[in-house]
């Protein structure tokens, strides 16, 4: 105001105000009375008229009272459409009207409590989906979400890929891989409801989910519990987390230049990478807070599902709505399966047979395909035309230059020389071991518009096993020995 007062002594109200920093109404209102507003008796009124004042009481206020939760923009556009006349201008001041009626009119709002954490006592578990940072493998989207587990008091984190939903077998190899780079265990682990883990479950099931999820606890000497349903703040240590974690994952992916990888397992490493990097910052306090933690067990629990398939006539078995292939030597035999969260271990009673990568069914309820056409080649070759119509068609070919190429064969050739040649193919790539070679050969033979020649391929790829020259080994005479024992012994 001082100011104010010096320059209008020689400038006019607009500018002695522009110069005093404030407004041009501001500099009237203190010529008209020099005063302070402290020092007014007579309280300041309304420049303007309401231009709420025929609708809030009457119309706002009911509304608010009625549905506690509505936005102030949908009462906005509620009453835009009562009164065409509104002016779209007052939407900030309806914004802040309603805001300041609800502070002394509405409800009684959920209050947050900030705890103590003590070191060693919490770990929290939580999985986050991580579609929006547009991760591919080989060139294809990665479905797949993160396993993220912290320590409140220390902040130390732990990330794995996941591949499916969240489910219990999820949540255990997660944890155990967290658990052991730690190198101990907290006396205490919170996770979610695990709705998603027991969605579809019958009541048997859902309690054997339970009982197994605390016999993982108790392993490691942790006492489980769970927040509430849909009450993310509970587990706020790991949900505030989550943001904090992926934005250190997408300016990685953006330093990297690059979020496709070669393979699943490069992904994997660097997201390790990602998160060392985080941990190294609060490497103090997380090696302060190891000296709390419990002493991890001799070895893991287990982190799989186990269950017994029967390989059917296919030369496969059907294992939650997926088919998958097996050597057809075991048609008839029962297997014991463990499902992990990516692959399925096989093992004919305890001896172990092999492992698969895990697939997934449709959202659509179609049932998925894992196949490896190595598995069903040498009967292919007896019937090539179960190509034609094979249910699984489109997942026995390796790579998609040979699903292009079948697609070209039954277009130019008739269907049975179609389906021979493209068997014949394929058992070339399994038996001369040339899958990937082949593959490039079939592409440059579809960019230049041809026809595979078997002829060419199978001299190009050569030799060919079953003519690989026989090779005759004469054994020497024993009295052969006598001698450079008598040339020892001299």
């Known amino acids: 105001m001082r100011l104010f007062m010096k320059f209008r002594q020689n400038d006019v109200v607009a500018i002695a105000a522009a110069k005093a920093g404030f407004s041009t109404a501001t500099g009237y209102r203190i010529s008209g009375d020099p005063g302070l507003p402290s020092q007014s008796d007579r309280l300041r009124g309304r420049r303007r008229p309401d231009p709420l004042a025929l609708i809030f009481d009457d119309e706002i206020v009911p509304l608010l009272r009625s549905a506690p939760g509505l936005r102030p923009i949908g009462i906005f556009e509620e009453m835009r459409r009562r009164h065409p ?75 794995h890929v996941i591949l499916g939903g969240e489910s219990y077998v999820a949540l255990a190899e997660g944890l155990q891989n967290a658990l052991w780079a730690l190198g101990g265990s907290p006396t205490e682990h919170r996770s979610d409801s695990l709705s998603a883990a027991f969605c579809n479950l019958d009541a048997d099931a859902r309690t054997d989910l339970t009982r197994r999820y605390d016999a993982l606890c108790a392993h490691y000497g942790m006492t489980p519990t769970r927040n509430n349903r849909g009450v993310a703040h509970e587990n706020g240590s790991v949900e505030s987390a989550h943001g904090h974690l992926k934005a ?12 496709d990888f070669d393979d699943l397992a490069g992904y994997r490493r660097f997201i390790d990478e990602t998160v060392a990097a985080k941990n190294r910052r609060n490497a103090a306090r997380i090696d302060a807070e190891r000296g709390h933690l419990q002493m991890l067990p001799d070895r893991r629990t287990c982190d799989y599902e186990e269950t017994i398939v029967t390989v059917t006539s296919s030369s496969g078995f059907t294992l939650r709505k997926v088919f998958y292939s097996v050597p057809s030597r075991l048609i008839g035999h029962r297997l014991r399966v463990r499902l992990y969260d990516d692959r399925l271990d096989v093992f004919i009673g305890g ?53 292009r190429t079948f697609d070209r064969l039954v277009e130019r050739l008739p269907e049975r020389v179609a389906c021979r040649t493209m068997v014949d193919l394929l058992a070339l790539a399994h038996e001369r071991a040339c899958e990937a070679e082949l593959a490039e050969i079939l592409t440059s033979m579809l ?24 090779v005759t080994i004469e054994l020497v005479p024993l009295a052969v020995y006598d001698v450079l024992l008598s040339g020892a012994a001299a």
């Not at 492992?355 to 049932?367: M, W």
């Not at 230049?448 to 003519?467: I, K, N, S, T, V």
């Open 85 to 159: 006349d509104l002016d779209p201008g007052v939407r900030r001041t309806m914004e802040r009207r309603i805001r300041a009626w609800r502070a002394i009119h509405g409800p009684e709002q959920e209050i947050i409590f900030r705890q103590i954490h003590e070191p060693g006592r919490m770990g929290l578990s939580d999985f986050t989906d991580m579609a929006d940072l547009g991760v591919s493998v080989a060139g294809v989207a990665l479905d797949h979400r993160l396993y993220h587990f912290r320590l409140v008091w220390s902040g130390f984190e732990q990330a």
């Open 248 to 259: 250190a994952i997408r300016d990685a992916l953006l330093l990297r230049t690059s979020a």
């Open 351 to 403: 001896t172990k047979l092999m492992t698969l990568l895990r697939g997934r069914s449709y959202g659509n309820g179609k049932h998925g395909h894992v196949v490896d056409y190595r598995h069903v080649i040498h009967a292919l070759r007896r019937k090539p035309m179960a190509l034609l119509n094979l249910v699984y068609r489109d997942r026995l070919f390796p790579r998609e230059a040979y699903r």
């Open 447 to 470: 960019t230049a518009g041809g026809l595979p020649d078997m002829a060419a391929l199978r001299r190009r790829f050569a030799p060919d096993p079953a003519a690989l020259p026989v």
